[in-house]
Nanobody, 128 residues
């Protein structure tokens, strides 16, 4: 049984940094990518970034490009999201999940409906 657990959220001032972790148990990297999403109340879950199984290809939403970095440590079965230059618009609950197919790991198909194994999220609050 695959379980993903996001952690590392917290409160930070604008301009600050946080690193999120996604610990995967029971997952053997059989899918093409893993990704980070975020959601605020009343809004759809928004794709943030993905990393392919080989760890060589990444994709970022325009809103975080240049500020966030996704990475993974397959030995530790953990995916990370380094977030720099945070602003109030980054305030959200962050989730990690696994992409069902390669075509879902970037672009317009990078949507929550195409990802599975959702766990509990971790809250990030950025104060100005």
């Amino acid at each position: 049984q695959v379980r993903l657990e996001a952690s590392g959220g917290g409160s930070v001032q604008a301009g600050g940094s946080l690193t999120l972790s996604c610990a995967a148990s029971g997952y053997t990297y059989t899918h093409p990518c893993m990704g980070w999403f975020r959601q605020t109340p009343g809004r759809e879950r928004e794709g943030v970034a993905t990393i392919d199984t080989g760890g060589t290809s990444t994709y970022y939403a325009d809103s975080v490009k240049g500020r966030f970095t996704i990475s993974q440590d397959k030995v530790k079965n953990t995916m990370y999201l380094q977030m720099n230059s945070l602003n109030s618009e980054d305030t959200a609950t962050y989730y990690c999940a696994v992409g069902l197919a390669a075509r879902y790991c970037r672009g317009s198909n990078f949507r929550a409906a195409n990802f599975v194994y959702w766990g509990q999220g971790t809250q990030v609050t950025v104060s100005s």
